[in-house]
């Protein structure tokens, strides 16, 4: 839900590069950097399980995250703006925090949810359902910024398409995409051409002519006919 706050407290990296970033991996935790407003950026390390547990809540990737930093008394109202994942073990590997004003809009972008795709009649009929995009950028306060927006295709017909312009207005979201892109579509399905007949074979449902066996030559004697010379 759009909002959401979660309290989630960092520690400061004292040492840098690859080795030592292994070695808070090994330890459970995510070595990450805090980038402040109007300050320099802050080397930290998150509890793999707490930033996990954080970013798969009702708001998802757009919580806004309240660091703290330890042995600090300032709170850091944050957004995810980067991570990185284990490409085998799904593991975060690495991850950007964005301090933010939530009193000034930011840019996110947002997951677009297909609903009633089911009792579309173009569906009906036996048209695809396609979703050409699955985000779309919109800009609004960090505490307004929605997990997802959905899109009610339950009344698209044979070759309808829908577009950003036809997302139901959500309160303080300004869609900074063209109007124009398309979000789905229900097209009519592809039909399988018949196969050709290789030459020289009964088409489906002929029979051969009486004497022909497969092979057979033009003599009768199952060899390649031949004349003579």
Do not use: C, W
Request: proline share 7%; aromatic share 2%.
């Amino acid at each position: 839900m759009a909002g959401e706050r979660i309290k989630l407290e960092v520690s400061t990296r004292e040492r840098l590069g690859s080795r030592e970033s292994r070695r808070l991996r090994n330890r459970g935790l995510v070595p990450g950097i805090l980038y402040g407003t109007g300050v320099e950026p802050h080397a930290i390390a998150v509890p793999e399980r707490d930033l996990r547990r954080a970013l798969t809540g009702g708001s998802g990737m757009h919580a806004i995250l309240d660091v703290v930093v330890t042995g600090t008394d300032s709170t850091h109202p944050s957004i995810l703006k980067d991570y990185q994942q284990d490409p085998l073990r799904g593991k975060l590997v690495h991850v950007d925090l964005q301090e933010v004003r939530l009193d000034r809009p930011i840019s996110a972008t947002v997951t677009v949810l297909l609903t009633g795709g089911d009792d579309a009649p173009g569906v009906r009929e036996g048209g695809a359902l396609s979703q050409v995009a699955r985000e779309v950028n919109v800009e609004a306060l960090p505490m307004e910024v929605p997990e997802h927006i959905e899109l009610d295709v339950s009344t698209m017909g044979m070759g309808d398409s829908l577009r950003i312009s036809d997302l139901s207005g959500v309160q303080g979201v300004t869609f900074l995409d063209d109007p124009e892109t398309v979000l789905a579509t229900v097209t009519v399905p592809m039909r399988e051409e018949p196969e050709a007949v290789a030459e020289g074979e009964p088409a489906e449902g002929e029979e051969r002519p009486e004497g022909a066996a497969e092979g057979e030559g033009a003599d009768g004697s199952g060899e390649p006919g031949t004349v003579e010379g």
